[in-house]
């Protein structure tokens, strides 16, 4: 298997094709997303709640998500790896989005980066773009301004606010990004951003008008249990299944049943009889 380029995807957009994107931090993990056939996997920043029990993403810093995506590169060498820029890592200068973003390639050796805003971080962009780095914007809730969002809300729910979130689009595509994602919105703007747009358009909440879909791994598998999101449909119920095995082996360590024999080393032949005669 070659390793996904932006190429392929774009192809995968000419054709029709569904991308299919998951969200992910670790290296088992992302040897399983290589295996069932993932085009694209984000190390997203939500992994200050699904990994460190933060309350929310601002605590991220780029040291962790780093270090997350060079371990998700190790166990998917041939998917798509985006990067995603934590909060404070490219809003304080285009200098500063230029050289974290750049980090995620020379760490992790990531293929792309993403950052929330639309409007508002176009010159980010195109100081990213122009230093040759290919970058994913991300509208409509950004988890890292959702303060400002009135919260964890779908947005572009007026005819005035989806128009914003249309023009958020405009900006990013022209600015150079080469993908975009779109959040919790009503599908009729996601089908309005996908169909003026030429550039690759993903969504999370936001109905199937797109070019692919990316959710995260945590809440699919039932491994986050804070919250799940409306958008997220669950295939698994994993921590119901951790739970349970812990508990077996809570039970029979304390009633003696673990280790038993097969979990033992024996000592070799005729040694036993040789150690007991060296004990006092």
Request: some cysteine; proline content about 4%; hydrophobic content about 45%.
């Amino acid at each position: 298997m070659s390793r996904k380029s932006l190429y392929d995807l774009y192809q995968m957009k000419a054709k029709g094709e569904k991308i299919a994107w998951l969200t992910l931090y670790d290296y088992p993990s992302a040897q399983f997303g290589q295996a069932a056939g993932l085009d694209m996997i984000l190390v997203g920043d939500s992994l200050g709640m699904c990994v460190y029990g933060y309350n929310g993403t601002a605590a991220v810093t780029m040291e962790q998500c780093l270090g997350h995506a060079e371990a998700v590169r190790r166990g998917a060498p041939d998917v798509y790896l985006v990067g995603d820029l934590p909060f404070l890592s490219y809003q304080t200068s285009e200098a500063e989005a230029v050289y974290n973003a750049g980090m995620f390639l020379k760490k992790a050796d990531a293929d792309a980066v993403k950052l929330e805003g639309g409007v508002r971080v176009a010159n980010r962009v195109k100081a990213i773009s122009e230093a040759g780095i290919a970058v994913c914007g991300h509208i409509g809730l950004t988890p890292q301004s959702s303060g400002q969002l009135g919260g964890h809300k779908a947005q572009g729910r007026t005819a005035e606010a989806a128009k914003l979130i249309l023009e958020d689009a405009w900006a990013i595509e022209k600015a150079g990004a080469k993908l975009l994602l779109v959040e919790a919105v009503p599908p009729e703007v996601t089908e309005a951003i996908h169909r003026t747009l030429s550039i690759p358009v993903l969504g999370i909440g936001g109905g199937g008008a797109c070019d692919g879909q990316v959710l995260i791994l945590s809440d699919i598998i039932g491994q986050f249990q804070a919250f799940t999101p409306k958008f997220v449909k669950k295939y698994a119920n994993v921590a119901e299944i951790i739970t349970k095995a812990i508990a077996e082996y809570v039970r029979d360590v304390k009633d003696g049943q673990f280790p038993a024999a097969e979990h033992t080393y024996g000592m070799l032949p005729g040694e036993a009889e040789k150690f007991r005669q060296m004990i006092p």
